[in-house]
């Protein structure tokens, strides 16, 4: 399983994030009578022996694999392995689903013997659907969205649909999908033990060329604010949870927004809870920002991705650099904590381009309006508008895909690797900034904020080593 990175980044230091749509999907199958193993050897530094042994103890019907473009190969080789381990012992089914299979499904048919790619975002109602079709003798009328085999061919449903009510799913067994093994090792907790929820699938902007998610998910939905604030309610009183970082790709607005914030304060869950989540700049009022930060929110992640107006339209981000400021000083102003997400390596940006967002992300960090940041380098996945602009325009410097894992820059660019890297280091250096240094003292309310600067720091010395250039 890959723990559902809209983003894959090899990281130094572990940061490990609770994937909600697999935990859904476990919880979906168990609760539907089947029998479900949650295996994580990301979380729990298994070696892939480790899972090879568990699998043969085990003898499972069907192993599911979440995928991602990098490492997309090394699931192939796993398939290949897990088949020849079952041949002769037990009947082996095995499924792939994620962004990269959803963008290129006949692909991995054609490069290892999986039985079924799920496209789409919605693998957790398409499971239970695969499911009960092996569980009936037939694999059949499966929805639209599955491409299997059947008598020696491969074969497809169509084209997937998200109309499936996402209230009607239940609540994530926090106990199955062992929820402590990403409780703690995750950057954005300021409070430990954390926690994940997600209200809507995934971003109601949904138009950002480089994000891999608009692909599994082209159109947005949300659950019911009342079943995510009972979700809530459920984490502080029976597993004593401090913060929840809320993984919708951008967390509602206007009056669902509203509706939640008002629930939260209402039911006194914001004087127990800090929640965190992933929002748009430009999106909210100063209000709502107050709104946000009254009913318990704390961190606010907003994709910054360039200081270059041109970028930003060609990304297709529909903001400025003078609405990223305002947005960004505004929030702050609240007395939300901005978290920026910075990227390097477009295809038309040259040295000074690279240095206006450097200037930018430093200037909010340095001022204060921005808390924290992450820098990285720009993939251009399959399945992106980015990636067919880079393919109409033959600016893929390769197309092996475990190159697609930030670790350098797959795009041809205007300027060496070298440059690229160095700049998502400057940036993470900006922490050790006096100006920024200052303000982070000054901000030091309680302990927990020492114990958070202090993870916090070998957070920033793991970014570093992660962008050293790559030999090759």
């Given amino acids: 399983m890959l723990g559902q990175n809209r983003q894959f980044q090899w990281f130094n230091n572990p940061c490990y994030i609770y994937p909600m749509v ?13 029998e479900v193993i949650w295996e994580d050897c990301i979380a729990t530094e298994k070696k892939t022996v480790e899972f090879f042994a568990a699998v043969l103890k085990e003898k499972p019907d069907l192993v599911v694999i979440e995928t991602k473009t990098p490492v997309i190969k090394q699931h192939w080789q796993i398939i290949k392995e897990l088949k020849k381990l079952a041949e002769g012992k037990w009947l082996l089914k095995t499924v792939l689903v994620g962004d990269h299979v959803t963008a290129l499904p006949e692909e991995s048919m054609q490069n290892c013997p999986v039985d079924f790619v799920v496209t789409g975002g919605d693998y957790d109602f398409l499971l239970l659907d695969i499911c009960r079709s092996l569980a009936g003798g037939a694999t059949r009328n499966l929805e639209p969205g599955v491409w299997y085999r059947q008598d020696g061919q491969v074969k497809n449903t169509g084209a997937f649909k998200l109309n499936h009510d996402l209230n009607s799913l239940p609540a994530v067994d926090r106990e199955l ?9 995750n950057g954005n907790y300021k409070k430990i033990p954390g926690t994940y929820t997600m209200a ?4 109601w902007y949904h138009r950002c060329a480089f994000c891999s998610w608009t692909t599994t998910y082209p159109t947005f939905r949300v659950r019911k604010p009342e079943l995510v604030v009972e979700e809530i309610g459920q984490l502080i009183e029976k597993y004593g949870v401090k913060e929840i970082m809320d993984d919708t790709g951008c967390f509602p607005a206007g009056d669902w927004l509203h509706r939640f914030c ?3 304060i209402g039911q006194g869950h914001n004087k127990k809870i800090t929640m965190d989540c992933n929002m748009r700049f430009g999106a909210l009022s100063m209000e709502e920002y107050k709104l946000m930060k009254k009913a318990g929110f704390r ?8 200081g270059n107006d041109d970028t930003l339209k060609r990304i297709n981000k529909g903001v400025t650099v003078q609405q990223i400021i305002d947005s960004c000083r505004d929030a702050h102003r609240a007395g ?37 940041l992450q820098s990285t380098i720009v993939i251009p996945y399959p399945g992106t508008p980015l990636f067919r602009y880079c393919q109409e325009n033959n600016l893929l ?7 697609f894992d930030m670790r350098e820059a797959v795009m041809k660019t205007p300027v060496q690797s070298e440059v690229i890297h160095r700049a998502v280091r400057n940036l993470y250096k900006v922490a050790f900034n006096m100006e920024f240094l200052t303000r982070k003292i000054f901000a030091i309310r309680d302990f927990y904020d020492i114990k958070y600067f202090i993870r916090a720091g070998w957070a920033v010395a793991g970014h570093l080593m992660d962008f050293k250039t790559r030999k090759r």
């Fill in 299 to 306: 961190l606010i992640l907003f994709g910054l991705e360039s």
């Fill in 200 to 203: 809507g699938r995934d971003c």
């Fill in 22 to 34: 697999p935990a859904s999907a476990a919880t979906l199958l168990k609760s539907s009578g089947f």
């Fill in 177 to 185: 999908t062992q929820w402590r093994l990403y409780s703690e090792k």
């Fill in 262 to 264: 008002n629930l939260m």
């Fill in 397 to 403: 410097a390769t197309t092996d895909w475990e190159r």
């Fill in 336 to 372: 939300l904590f901005p978290h920026l997400t910075v990227m390097f390596g477009y295809p038309w940006e040259g040295g000074a381009e690279i240095n206006n967002t450097v200037k930018l992300a430093s200037f909010l960090m340095r001022k204060g309006y921005a808390y924290t």
